[in-house]
């Protein structure tokens, strides 16, 4: 009976192992082997950034840089030089928000969202089709300025951009 039991058991669970669909394999077409990540464009409004104290010098740089990163760590699609690829990424830079989102009994702010937005469009230049384009695709984190989390606001930034970054490649290679 013991034995019924534990087969029965092994069984459920090959069962429902082997029922899951999820995979870590990219779903990109196989024609696609390398990428170009065109220097992205910063359209944020400089004198509305500034006024409101989020203007980040060089941000454009700093996503194009996390995001070429993050497709070479991920490896599905080999980034190369302009005119040499069978995809290309280009974007745009569109907001940088810093919000509020706790204060202290004092009104001092406890934490904040960083969320950064871009507008992308991946481009087959051999078909001269758009694969996929999103206006507004962002990336976001949340940090604390005092405790035990507290963090700086660069670092924060950089998770922020990575976090960007992450789902560029995944709405890159993936097929959601």
């Known amino acids: ?10 069984f459920l669970t090959g069962l429902m192992i082997a029922g899951c669909g ?21 359209k944020i409004d400089y ?35 302009k005119g040499n690829s069978d995809l290309v990424l280009k ?10 989102l706790r204060l202290t009994s004092n009104e001092d ?7 950064i937005r871009m507008a992308l469009k ?3 230049p051999v078909s001269e089709k ?12 949340t940090f604390f300025t005092t405790g035990p989390l507290a963090k700086s606001e660069d670092a924060a ?3 922020a951009l990575t976090d960007l970054a992450r789902r560029i490649v995944a709405r890159t290679i993936e097929d959601w």
Request: hydrophobic fraction near 40%.
């Open 91 to 100: 974007g745009q830079l569109v907001g940088y928000d810093r919000d509020e």
């Open 22 to 42: 999820y995979t870590t394999g990219s779903v990109i077409s196989s024609r696609f082997k390398t990428i170009y990540v065109e220097p992205f464009e910063n």
């Open 130 to 141: 758009v694969v996929w384009e999103e206006p507004s695709f962002a990336g976001d984190t």
């Open 109 to 115: 702010v406890k934490e904040y969202r960083i969320t």
């Open 47 to 81: 004198m509305n950034a500034v006024q409101r104290n989020v203007y980040i010098p060089q941000m454009e740089t700093k996503v194009h840089s996390t995001v070429v990163d993050r497709f070479m760590f991920d490896g599905n699609l080999k980034v190369v030089e």
């Open 1 to 10: 009976m013991k034995k019924l039991i534990l087969l029965s058991c092994l």
């Open 122 to 124: 991946l481009w087959d």
């Open 157 to 159: 930034i950089q998770d």
